[in-house]
């Protein structure tokens, strides 16, 4: 609520203004002051009414100030007047004379040296329910917002921001806002007239007995019988009216019909433009209320308003150590939504003893503060943030690098019938313990999973981060954990200078590269007590080693001393400025916390037996394999009592052809994997299985929509087929069981669907492959079986192949966007259900950008559309979709982009011995401005209608490996350092290739933006 009010209707005229001017003042102006005067009081607004003969006073004056008012200024640029501040001072029109209004009462609350700082001072005083601000709380006062000015200095010459709450955002909890209501009169308000034939509308008097005011009533009307002005709620008012009153405060009201009726009048005013001099009328429509007649007063009701209850702050607050928690408790109280726990983490003690202070730290301002930066060391810091809690507790995460904490709890919101001050509890500290106490992994061990087919580290579950390190061929180097253990000393130069050295920094490049080569690490969580997640190189022996840490710890102030000491050459210059060389011993004793090593462990991988998956045809047995950490795989099969090998393969797919129909084949398959580095081959055991070739071919069934009610099916031709048959079923068809009691299904029941199939048709000639279905029904989803028999001897069998139909209009499929010069052709697949089609789509230039701000539309008959007319380099992205004769639309396909350069072709790749690599060269693409190759192992997959191959493969490198076996393959970044990017038509490719394997290259052309622009299959190379 609002706690002041301010303003007066009186009898009385307003200024009268000709040509801008005052030409004749109002009877309520005092021309001394330069105020208008009511009765004792002055104003500084005079306003006209809906009322003729009564104006509308207010900006009451609290005090008038006559001559200097810089006595009255603060050092935050306020105004003190009479123990009360103000955020400005009012000119009166007289000279000399200035005045201030409840308006500009404000309470200020501090300064912040920046806008972010004033922000954050805000939020601290706010009441908040989780998110939402519910109120502010200052100094025992309640506001419904908080602000800030900014105020220039000039004696530091900085602007201050000065926080403070305007005396009319105040609110109070002892204060109610209480609402009015009655039920309206019964009369037939849409049909009343008065004696003059006008439509007579009802509004409402309302009347509290003590003087007590009732806001929310904006009508204005005269009471003919004394002369008074009175306020009413009109016929279109859209909220209650509503008193305001104290704590136990007990107020009578009473409410009557006002009819009346409304005249309306237009005003004109005129205006002033100062931009260019010129006047302006602004007309408007004014409403006069005029009463005709009252109703009878309602009967009196009294009400009593009752008083929140204040809560107390919080008391009780303790700290604990709990693991790596800190267990903050507090009393319960009744009446509490949520409390609001205020904490600091610091790495060293902080002057901190009661709110005040730990409120100087916390907002990072004042003496303390203050103190605390100027005298602060390298290494000190410390942190602030805030939790929310339901309960009368909360658990914070223990920063070791942080150990010192404070913390204070405040009620943040209240439950209905309560109310809270704000204040913070007690401060409450504790030490955490830190460094030197960190748990060690403990037995550390492999083990077998999955019947001994995988392998996983395990280890005692711990409540820590956990980094285990895998040594390769138990090569162990020096400071193997130098990147998470961020160690770093200080030393002295020749001339007296400390400086700081990283342990990274002192370590020989033949250290690093040596870490890099053998090291690897994985950081996981403790808890968890395994980790399976590591790949190794099957046939070579690992060891494994695991640590816990502590991230947030970056500091052994407690230990002080190093955990390595280290020798440095370090350049030295004397006075003289001779420059010598010199080995320092520096003791690196700053780093991340970090446990002993737990034991260590050994494992060697071996290669996995490859998982098989099989399809049979009539002449064709198709090998599948699951993709890993395989080079390849080795594939022989029984030719009279001996297994030969039939294929060597690096692909996951292999295909055994020109087989004889119904006959079994008996296999063995092994995987195998390529060390470059070792130059050796490490082999899985084998896997046998025996698979029969089928007597007919396998069948494909497809199905098209015909017309709006027909579907034709077609399907491959089975040779030895004596019959087909087709069977149907539709979404509807379906018989539904309810079965309650189904595991995990809760309370519900769970619904079982079977699907009724009948026979729809019967063809008994081999060589028919097509069916057209008739009669079928809007909107319905319909799903074809066709079951083509044989005989395998004396036994009939059959094969079957499904599809699904849908019979209404649906999103156009198989989209196909073909660059034809400087135009774009767009085709689709025709719907039965289309009456036309709607093309969406975006023109970008060459460095795709949007040559418009909006798509493109067009509307066509057919299945088909040129784009038309563009420039060297562009190209557009494209959708469709489909409408009936209702203009009822489908949904839009996915989009596709267009490519704007023409195939790369010619592609060839040639295995060079000179150079130790593979030579891919291709011919120019017109426009292109680079190429990017990609190698792959996996045979590249057609699509058929854009006439383009992908496969999942690496960009080729310009350098590779040496000698120590470090991985780090190097890209060609030949255009403008774009990754990957080749600016002429040749490349090598200097990976260190795997013996045996097979190699796909691919060449990608790009534009002068980088987006790729055209990818085709190259020839394939073996090595």
């Given at each position: 609520m609002n706690r002041f009010q301010n303003g007066v209707i009186a009898a009385g005229t307003t200024d009268e203004i000709a040509g801008f001017k005052i030409t004749k003042r109002s009877n309520f102006w005092d021309k001394t002051v330069g105020l208008y005067k009511y009765e004792n009081n002055y104003y500084g607004q005079c306003s006209g009414t809906d009322i003729d003969g009564f104006v509308n006073l207010y900006n009451k004056a609290e005090a008038i100030l006559k001559g200097n008012t810089d006595k009255?200024?603060?050092?935050?640029?306020?105004?003190?007047?009479?123990?009360?501040?103000?955020?400005?001072?009012?000119?009166?029109?007289?000279?000399?004379?200035?005045?201030?209004?409840?308006?500009?009462?404000?309470?200020?609350?501090?300064?912040?040296?920046?806008?972010?700082?004033?922000?954050?001072?805000?939020?601290?005083?706010?009441?908040?329910?989780?998110?939402?601000?519910?109120?502010?709380?200052?100094?025992?006062?309640?506001?419904?917002?908080?602000?800030?000015?900014?105020?220039?200095?000039?004696?530091?010459?900085?602007?201050?921001?000065?926080?403070?709450?305007?005396?009319?955002?105040?609110?109070?909890?002892e204060k109610t806002y209480v609402k009015i209501s009655w039920n309206p009169?019964?009369?037939?308000?849409?049909?009343?007239k008065n004696k003059a034939g006008d439509m007579m509308k009802v509004g409402y008097e309302v009347v509290c007995d003590g003087n007590t005011k009732v806001y929310n009533m904006p009508g204005l009307f005269l009471d003919a019988s004394d002369g008074t002005v009175h306020e009413m709620i009109t016929s279109d008012a859209a909220r209650l009216p509503y008193v305001i009153l104290n704590s136990g405060q007990q107020v009578s009201v009473k409410v009557r019909a006002v009819y009346y009726h409304e005249v309306t009048s237009n005003k004109q005013e005129v205006y002033w433009n100062w931009n260019d001099n010129s006047q302006y009328i602004i007309e408007s429509k004014q409403t006069k209320y005029v009463v005709d007649m009252y109703g009878k007063w309602s009967d009196t009701y009294t009400y009593k308003n009752y008083s929140l209850k204040k809560l107390s702050p919080v008391t009780g607050t303790k700290v604990s150590e709990k693991g790596k928690e800190m267990s903050v408790t507090w009393n319960a109280q009744n009446g509490v939504d949520h409390y609001r726990v205020y904490y600091l983490r610091s790495s060293k003690?902080?002057?901190?003893?009661?709110?005040?202070?730990?409120?100087?730290?916390?907002?990072?301002?004042?003496?303390?503060?203050?103190?605390?930066?100027?005298?602060?060391?390298?290494n000190d810091s410390y942190e602030t943030d805030s939790e929310y809690a339901s309960d009368p507790y909360c658990n914070i995460t223990i920063d070791s690098g942080l150990p010192y904490f404070y913390c204070s709890v405040r009620l943040e919101s209240a439950e209905e019938g309560y109310f809270s001050d704000g204040s913070y509890s007690?401060?409450?500290?504790?030490?955490?313990?830190?460094?030197?106490?960190?748990?060690?992994?403990?037995?550390?061990?492999?083990?077998?999973?999955?019947?001994?087919?995988d392998w996983q580290l395990s280890w005692t579950p711990i409540d820590a981060d956990v980094v285990i390190y895998v040594f390769e061929e138990g090569k162990k180097p020096a400071h193997y954990n130098y990147e998470l253990l961020n160690a770093y000393g200080y030393y002295t130069d020749g001339q007296g200078q400390q400086k700081k050295l990283y342990l990274k920094d002192a370590l020989t490049?033949?250290?690093?590269?040596?870490?890099?080569?053998?090291?690897?690490?994985?950081?996981?969580?403790?808890?968890?007590?395994?980790?399976?997640?590591?790949?190794?190189?099957?046939?070579?022996?690992?060891?494994?080693?695991?640590h816990t840490y502590d991230a947030g710890s970056s500091l052994y102030n407690i230990q002080k001393k190093p955990v390595f000491t280290v020798n440095k050459e370090i350049k030295v210059t004397d006075a003289q400025k001779n420059q010598t060389y010199k080995n320092i011993s520096v003791g690196m004793t700053y780093y991340t916390a970090m446990s002993p090593a737990s034991n260590m462990v050994s494992y060697t991988d071996k290669v996995s037996v490859p998982r098989v998956y099989t399809k049979a045809g009539k002449n064709s047995i198709k090998l599948s394999f699951t993709r890993g950490s395989y080079t390849g795989y080795e594939i022989y099969r029984l030719s009279g009592k001996k297994y030969k090998k039939i294929a060597t393969t690096t692909d996951y797919v292999y295909t055994d052809q020109n087989l004889k129909a119904g006959t079994k084949y008996s296999y063995k398959v092994r995987s195998y994997y390529y060390d470059p580095d070792r130059k050796t081959k490490s082999y899985s055991i084998y896997k046998n299985f025996t698979v029969s070739t089928s007597r007919v071919n396998n069948i494909v069934l497809k199905v098209a929509k015909n017309s709006k009610n027909t579907v034709k099916l077609t399907w491959t031709k089975v040779g030895s087929a004596t019959k087909y048959e087709i069977y149907r079923t539709s979404e509807s068809d379906k018989d539904i069981t309810e079965i309650s009691g189904w595991i995990n299904s809760g309370n519900s029941a769970v619904t079982v669907e079977n699907t009724k199939y009948e026979l729809v048709k019967t063809i008994t000639n081999a060589k028919t492959t097509t069916y057209t279905d008739k009669k079928l029904k809007f909107g319905e989803s319909y799903t074809y079986l066709i079951c083509a028999y044989y005989k395998d001897g004396k036994t009939l069998k059959y094969i079957t192949a499904s599809t699904r139909v849908k019979m209404q209009l649906e999103e156009p499929r198989n989209l196909v966007l073909t660059n034809k010069g400087k135009n774009v052709s767009v085709k689709w697949d025709a719907d039965k259900y289309a009456a036309g089609y709607q093309i969406r789509y975006m023109v970008y230039d060459k460095y795709g950008e949007e040559k418009t701000v909006a798509e493109k539309y067009v509307t066509v008959k057919k299945n088909k559309y040129?784009?038309?007319?563009l420039s060297s380099g562009e190209y557009v992205n494209v959708s469709v979709r489909a409408y009936n004769s209702k203009k009822e639309y489908s949904g839009w396909s996915s989009s596709k982009e267009s490519t704007s350069l023409a195939a790369v072709k010619s592609i060839k790749a040639v295995y060079d011995t000179k150079k130790n690599a593979v030579k891919i060269t291709w011919k120019k693409v017109k426009g292109a401005k680079y190429y990017k190759v990609v190698r792959s192992v996996y045979t590249p997959l057609c699509n058929t209608?854009?006439?383009?191959?992908?496969?999942?493969?690496?960009?080729?490198?310009?350098?590779?490996?040496?000698?120590?076996?470090y991985y780090s393959e190097v890209h060609y970044r030949e255009y403008y350092g774009e990754d990957g990017s080749i600016t002429g038509t040749a490349a090598y490719d200097r990976a260190r290739l795997k013996k045996g394997v097979k190699y796909y290259y691919m060449v990608s052309a790009y534009g002068e933006k980088g987006t790729r622009i055209a990818s085709y299959m190259t020839s394939e190379y073996g090595t």
């Open positions: 009255y200024q603060d050092a935050y640029g306020m105004y003190r007047v009479n123990g009360k501040t103000y955020r400005a001072l009012r000119s009166c029109d007289a000279t000399g004379y200035h005045y201030v209004t409840e308006g500009d009462e404000i309470t200020e609350i501090t300064v912040s040296d920046s806008s972010e700082n004033a922000k954050k001072r805000i939020d601290e005083y706010a009441v908040k329910n989780d998110t939402q601000v519910l109120y502010y709380s200052y100094n025992g006062h309640f506001y419904k917002q908080l602000t800030y000015e900014s105020v220039y200095d000039s004696a530091s010459k900085k602007y201050k921001y000065v926080v403070y709450a305007n005396a009319y955002e105040e609110i109070s909890f009169v019964n009369n037939d308000t849409a049909t009343m003690p902080l002057n901190i003893t009661n709110i005040e202070s730990f409120l100087q730290f916390y907002n990072k301002r004042g003496t303390l503060y203050d103190a605390y930066v100027n005298a602060k060391g390298e007690d401060v409450i500290t504790a030490t955490a313990s830190i460094n030197g106490n960190i748990p060690t992994v403990k037995n550390l061990k492999i083990e077998k999973t999955y019947n001994g087919d490049e033949l250290e690093s590269k040596e870490i890099s080569s053998y090291v690897r690490s994985y950081k996981v969580k403790g808890i968890d007590g395994s980790y399976s997640a590591i790949s190794l190189k099957p046939g070579v022996k690992y060891t494994f080693v695991a040129t784009i038309k007319g209608d854009e006439k383009l191959y992908a496969a999942t493969g690496n960009l080729i490198a310009k350098d590779s490996n040496d000698e120590t076996g």
